[in-house]
């Protein structure tokens, strides 16, 4: 039977969360991570903080399916290696985003408080010992200065800590 092409209607292709075409050139309609375009779906519905029953339901036709069937099938795949590994990976690389981000806005925030610390140092009216204190918390903040503590530690055993009482009483009864 001959395929034939009706051209009033629109091509349609089936396309992957990622942009990934899946055509008709691959047999097993699996996307290139190994996973169906339900499974991928299924995948980030999880990563996006839905349930496991949710991430089913958004992934799947569930609609004549019983809550107790939905949970199981939504159970066996969330502990699927491959769709929990690609949950991981999606989570990953929203944390790597979410990282760039904070840090960008901890640079910024970090740029305004050096900006107002010098314009209140610089200041004629601000008084001195408060222009020591602006410097000194900025550069601690900047982590310019640190607290120095020092753990003295000394390795002993039960013959010399004896010793040292014994002294030490002899040297108090003196």
Request: charged share 30%.
């Amino acid at each position: 039977m001959k395929d034939t092409v009706d051209s009033t209607k629109p091509k349609l292709a089936l396309v992957a969360s990622g942009g990934e075409s899946i055509g008709k050139g691959r047999r097993s309609g699996k996307l290139p991570n190994g996973l169906t375009a339900k499974q991928e779906n299924f995948a980030q519905a999880l990563a996006s903080g839905l349930s496991n029953a949710d991430s089913y339901r958004a992934a799947y036709d569930a609609t004549s399916m019983k809550d107790n069937t939905i949970h199981t099938e939504a159970s066996k795949l969330a502990c699927n290696p491959a769709i929990a590994s690609r949950v991981r990976e999606i989570l990953d690389g929203k944390a790597i985003k979410n990282s760039m981000f904070a840090d960008r806005q901890r640079e910024k925030h970090s740029d305004k408080v050096w900006r107002t610390l010098w314009a209140m140092v610089d200041a004629a009216e601000t008084p001195p010992a408060v222009k020591a204190s602006l410097l000194s918390l900025g550069a601690k903040a900047a982590g310019m200065l640190t607290d120095k503590v020092e753990i003295d530690q000394k390795i002993t055993d039960s013959k010399s800590i004896e010793a040292e009482i014994l002294e030490r009483l002899q040297r108090l009864s003196a």
